[in-house]
């Protein structure tokens, strides 16, 4: 699906286990109400498009895995009610909470991670295994361990940390965010897996290609010239799960 989501329910009421994957959100993601178990996974998020509330909200266990922010703006923008779950495996420019918020952040790469962080800004949320911009002397309230820190200067060398990260080169939108064959980002998740969206145990799809097979091929024995009122054709599939 390509376009805006909003997930609204009345303030009486709660709305459980929505799962949204292999989406393009191309304007706004917003939550209103009260949401439960609530999971994005392998979408890709337009320009300065961030998951956000819509005024009072509350959301628990909001789990966001392996998802992409063009604009590596922030991919998770909240000013609301109290707000639980995890950020993992994502490529973005950070995340931006209100200390109603509580969030357990691991294996992402972070471009513009905000210097406040731990202050007045995601201060109770627990930052492990990220790949971070900057210096860890910008983060000095960060709260957390095993982060990686790559100076500014390296990581906008491009072909560093991704192939096509800052140039985009001749890389699609989402393809340039793969990691470097020499990448900082290799192998220092949790568990030793990869950061970034195109790591963990559910990496990001390219282009966003959905789970249902595709016909790479069509053919058929008699091509252009059948006999009678009949024609074989025969498909070639592949699975995208």
């Known amino acids: 699906m390509e376009g805006n989501i909003q997930i609204c ?10 799962e949204i994957h292999r989406c393009y959100i191309t304007s706004s993601f917003s939550l209103n109400g009260t949401t439960l178990n609530t999971k994005v996974y392998n979408c890709l998020f337009g320009n300065s498009v961030s998951i956000s509330n819509n005024g009072a909200a509350t959301s628990t266990n909001l789990h966001i895995y392996n998802c992409i922010s063009l604009s590596v703006s922030d991919i998770l923008s ?6 639980t779950g995890e950020l993992v495996n994502s490529t973005c420019g950070g ?9 357990v952040v691991f294996n992402n ?7 406040s962080s731990g202050n007045s800004v995601n201060q109770n949320c627990i930052f492990n295994n990220n ?5 860890s002397s910008s983060y000095p309230s960060l709260v957390g361990s095993s982060n990686v820190y790559v100076p500014t200067s390296t990581f906008d060398m491009t072909g560093n ?8 080169l001749t890389y699609s939108a989402d393809a340039r965010f793969q990691l470097s064959a ?9 568990g030793g897996v990869n950061a970034g969206a195109y790591g963990g145990t559910l990496p990001y799809k390219l282009s966003g290609i959905s789970t249902i097979p595709t016909i790479y091929k069509i053919s058929s024995p008699q091509r252009n010239n ?15 799960n």
Do not use: E
């Open 109 to 115: 790469i972070f471009v513009n991670l905000n210097p």
């Open 95 to 103: 995340l931006n909470v209100n200390n109603a918020s509580s969030m």
């Open 182 to 190: 020499s990448s900082p980002a290799i192998g220092i998740g949790l």
């Open 9 to 18: 329910v009345n303030a009486s009421s709660n709305l459980s286990n929505i």
């Open 131 to 135: 790949l971070i911009r900057g210096l």
């Open 78 to 83: 909240w000013s609301g009610n109290n707000l």
């Open 226 to 240: 059948p006999s009678g009122n009949t024609i074989t054709i025969n498909f070639s599939t592949k699975g995208n």
């Open 161 to 168: 940390v991704m192939v096509g990260y800052p140039s985009q």
